[in-house]
């Protein structure tokens, strides 16, 4: 299979995108809404980000995942699974969860203890443990998915699927009707189940990958446009207590999360160096932005910026120290053997000696 830039670039965009969620979802812990207004535009932002963006990723995660089991053994698989998912958890969970707790209270401002009390969830990297647990599931039942798929199934029957899944299962929709996140060190089953899913939906794709990526290529526009539609009368009716509200956010979900998928697909399948590097980093990122996005939001909060400027200053400035670190601590040193595979190796133009006269 040839490389498609587009899905590297939906993954690594998917993640990204996490920064500027955790900015918006975070920043009335710090200050009180300036207007009805203000507030209508954020939780609107944060909660449209959250309806597609983690579905969309397990989607991408399950191709992926089918591509290696193909090309490798159940074993090498494994391997790869461990080495670049389940270490890398075991290795930031502990600092990252203290860090958060640090900058999230403020304590580096007001000196304030957050170590008293051991961390007891994944918090931000709890889709790492989700792919731990797939990755197991997917290495036994692998081979057998691979030899049911030899019928065509058409992406909207996997639509409906989920769709329908997500008023049903119990813990996919939290109180407010919107997705769940159970970051336990036991998961909720439910949308343990649901993810399960969503991520096996994207093995299918890979092996009918013809058929599936020009499918949601041709859609993208029309998926997108549904999606918009239905999410906006899901944000307006969510509080009315309507019968069919899970429902129309359940469709709105998998529309979102397909249209990313097909946007990627129409319009962002081009090589490009700048993306290339930023989907190399973005694992990274995603990684230690969140102590970073508490930080900020802390700051511009404390000193009355306003919570527009506040989620756009702290999601850039997140973002622009988060690449400035994955260049420098990461890019070509052995951190980046972990989490993405190989090194880069830092590249020194030598002086040329034979023009000098």
Known sequence: ????????????????????????????????????????????????????????????????????????????????RLSRIALPLAIF????????????????????????????????????????????????????????????????????????????????LDGEGTLGTSTGIFPEPGLL?????????????????????????????????????????FFFVQDWGLALTDWIYGSAVVLGSYAAIGLFLRFGDNPSKGMRFVSDASYWLYLVHLPLVFIFLVGFSANGFGAFATIALSGSLALFFGLLSYKVLVRHTVISNLLNGKRHPLRVKKPDFSKEA
Request: cysteine-free.
């Open 1 to 80: 299979m040839s490389r498609i830039h587009a899905l590297d670039s939906a993954r690594a965009t998917l993640l990204l995108l996490g920064v500027l969620f955790h900015s918006a979802v975070f920043v009335y812990l710090y200050q009180e809404p300036a207007s009805l207004s203000e507030f209508l535009v954020v939780t609107y932002l944060h909660q449209l980000l959250h309806a597609f963006r983690m579905p969309a990723f397990f989607v991408i995660s399950g191709f992926f995942a089918a591509y290696l089991l193909e090309t490798r053994d159940t074993r090498m698989f494994l391997g790869n």
């Open 193 to 233: 189940l649901w993810y399960l899913v969503i991520f096996l939906s994207g093995t299918v794709a890979y092996h009918q990958r013809e058929f599936w990526l020009q499918y949601l290529k041709r859609s993208a526009i029309l998926f997108t446009g549904l999606f918009l539609t239905l999410f906006t009368v």
């Open 93 to 172: 969970w502990l600092p990252l969860t203290f860090a958060n707790g640090w900058a999230s209270q403020g304590s580096w401002i007001s000196g304030r203890d957050s170590f008293s009390v051991l961390p007891i969830d994944f918090q931000h990297l709890w889709f790492l443990f989700y792919l731990v647990i797939y990755s197991f599931i997917f290495a036994g039942t692998g081979k057998v998915i691979s030899g049911l798929v030899g019928r065509r199934i058409h992406p909207v029957s996997t639509m409906l699927l989920i769709g329908s899944l997500a008023p049903v299962l119990p813990g996919v």
